[in-house]
């Protein structure tokens, strides 16, 4: 297997290609067709059998498309299969992330659980909790809907074990009538200039960037941006993982400094570590924000806010004169994993198999599909998808590359120290030398 790094340019510029195709496939909306029957009897049951399966799922707002998404095909599913109930267990993200490490050491894993790529669900595999789905792939050949690579992330030992949502990229939202109101006229290409634009927008009591920190993932998230230019391209937690670099390297000292910059300028929404990422991204929903530093995946409940129409989306800019724009957080989304210990296994598999492979079309009706893991033929023009998205699609164009997410790419133990030592910077102003070596002792430790 090719490194991460590798792996990651590949499957951004797949990613890329395969969107852009989408764009010029006529009036086509999807290639997978309505599967109400997955070839088994009301899911591998006798017909009058009752089954219950459970599925823990991290789509809380019912104002989005993706909430949307799943209870239309849950419904119908049940509605096809009345002997099956599927049991909703809705989270929003650190809730469900919590809430399955306590499931999982007690080993009563949800019959479908939400699970994030490589190093995040690696100890779950390694323990045994989850059931290979190469069988359920060969099914109704639903391997063939996926984007090339993508599966590699969730994969192990040649076993797939889990089945993601989504393929997206970090870009910057912002809201084009409260940039005119501070008099920004055209979107920052360099942090000096990000960094003014948000000094021009308190100035105006607007507040500049909308953000969950109470999910810490989000903070680290755009971190990780930082660094990804600082470090002059993508790369730099593999190399401290191939001992080539440490924690205390200039660029990682640096991306602290520079993403202490922005807490200090006050960009972000008061009280923003006590905010969870669906309360933070609403503000920049109902305008109460000019900017919200984002996965793609957002792009469709934008467009379906108050918002819808007012939003544009820009690359994150240079840093310090480093980086290429076109150089990107990259997102292979949360996925779907199945318990080996399920009660109801091959029911389970044939509901997941039904829920993946009418997906791609039912996002595509919601104007959901900007980021989409599986391959979507349409024309997203003539389906009316917004200006937002067929900017956000002209993105994935140029995709060069780039990182995934921190927890996504190191051993929980550092990752959680990490979150923690970004979270803290929302609350006090920090010695960056001294966070990188926070870092460091933290990956000494578990290494």
């Not at 459970?54 to 998404?69: A, G, H, L, R, V």
């Not at 469900?96 to 894993?109: D, I, N, P, R, Y």
């Not at 190469?134 to 639903?142: R, V």
């Not at 595509?364 to 980021?371: H, I």
């Amino acid at each position: 297997m090719a490194s991460k790094t590798l792996k990651t340019t590949a499957i951004a510029l797949s990613a890329a290609a395969l969107l852009l195709g989408a764009t010029a496939c006529g009036n086509k909306t999807d290639n997978t067709a309505d599967n109400t029957n997955t070839g088994t009897n009301a899911g591998g049951n006798k017909g009058d059998e009752k089954v219950t399966i459970t599925f823990q799922n991290i789509y809380p707002d019912p104002e989005t498309p993706s909430y949307k998404m799943l209870h239309s095909l849950v419904d119908q599913y049940q509605k096809d299969h009345p002997n099956v109930t599927i049991e909703l267990d809705t989270l929003n993200t650190d809730q469900q992330k919590l809430k399955l490490k306590t499931q999982a050491a007690s080993k009563e894993v949800p019959d479908i659980t939400i699970v994030n790529p490589s190093a995040q669900m690696k100890p779950f595999v390694d323990a045994g909790l989850f059931a290979p789905l190469n069988d359920m792939l060969d099914q109704n050949g639903l391997k063939d809907t996926f984007q090339k690579g993508l599966l590699d992330y969730y994969s192990f030992d040649n076993n797939v074990y889990a089945l993601p949502d989504g393929n997206n990229i970090e870009v910057v939202y912002y809201n084009k009538d409260l940039f005119a109101q501070a008099g920004i006229t055209e979107v920052p290409t360099t942090y000096e200039q990000f960094i003014d634009d948000v000094k021009k927008l308190k100035a105006k009591n607007i507040t500049p960037i909308a953000i969950g920190e109470k999910d810490s993932w989000t903070g680290s998230f755009l971190f990780m941006n930082v660094l990804l230019r600082t470090n002059g391209g993508p790369g730099f937690l593999q190399d401290v993982q191939d001992g080539k670099k440490t924690f205390n390297d200039p660029a990682f000292v640096d991306a602290v400094s520079k993403m202490q910059d922005l807490i200090q300028a006050k960009a972000f929404n008061e009280g923003a570590t006590s905010v969870d990422y669906n309360t933070g991204g609403n503000l920049f929903k109902t305008g109460k924000a000019a900017m919200m530093i984002m996965g793609t995946w957002e792009t469709g409940a934008i467009d379906a806010s108050s918002v819808g129409g007012k939003v544009g989306a820009f690359k994150f800019p240079t840093v310090g004169g480093k980086g290429d724009p076109d150089q990107f957080m990259l997102a292979p989304g949360s996925a779907f994993a199945i318990s080996a210990n399920s009660k109801h296994l091959q029911a389970t598999k044939d509901f997941l198999n039904y829920f993946m492979l009418n997906m791609p079309k039912k996002q595509f009706e919601l104007k959901n599909a900007v980021g989409s893991g599986q391959i979507i033929e349409g024309d997203f023009k003539a389906a009316g998808y917004s200006d937002l998205a067929i900017s956000v699609l002209d993105l994935f164009k140029g995709v060069k590359g780039g990182d995934l997410a921190f927890d996504n790419t190191m051993k929980p133990a550092i990752a959680q120290a990490h979150l923690s030592s970004i979270q803290n910077m929302f609350v006090q102003k920090v010695d960056p030398a001294a966070v990188a070596q926070e870092h460091q002792a933290a990956f000494d430790a578990n290494k």
